[in-house]
């Protein structure tokens, strides 16, 4: 999904003209990956997970991500469930940031984060 933003290009602030339309580009969940907000950071790369389909996960973040990926409470995580256990456990796959969590709330794909926050 593409969506474009103008930009000023001298002090990168918003503005209505069509000059320098910047395009963003939002990951959206595929066949067998979940959104989630990420509820508690358990260490040693785990983190505590609740998923959009009802369920709370465990979740790791793979090493090829370890590094690159910092995540913090409450942020929207793309969670991929195991095979085995994946009720259970889960990998986190990509983080959203605040731009892209706006696009998907206006597109429909987080309409179910209010019912998830009254818990």
Do not use: H, T
Not at 13 to 25: P, W
Not at 72 to 87: A, K, M, S, T, Y
């Amino acid at each position: 999904m593409v969506f474009k933003r103008s930009f000023d290009k001298k002090n990168n602030s918003k503005n209505n003209s069509q000059e320098g339309d910047q395009v963003i580009r939002v990951r959206i969940p595929r066949e067998n990956e979940v959104l989630g907000i990420l509820e508690q950071r358990l260490g040693a790369s785990r983190n505590k997970v609740r998923c959009f389909d009802g369920k709370s996960r465990v979740c790791r973040i793979p090493g090829k991500l370890k590094r690159k990926l910092w995540v913090r409470e409450n942020d929207i995580v793309l969670v991929e469930p195991w095979e085995f256990g994946g009720d259970e456990k889960g990998d986190v796959v990509f983080k959203y940031k605040q731009v892209q969590v706006d696009i998907l709330k206006k597109k429909g794909y987080l309409d179910n984060l209010d019912d998830m926050n009254e818990f």
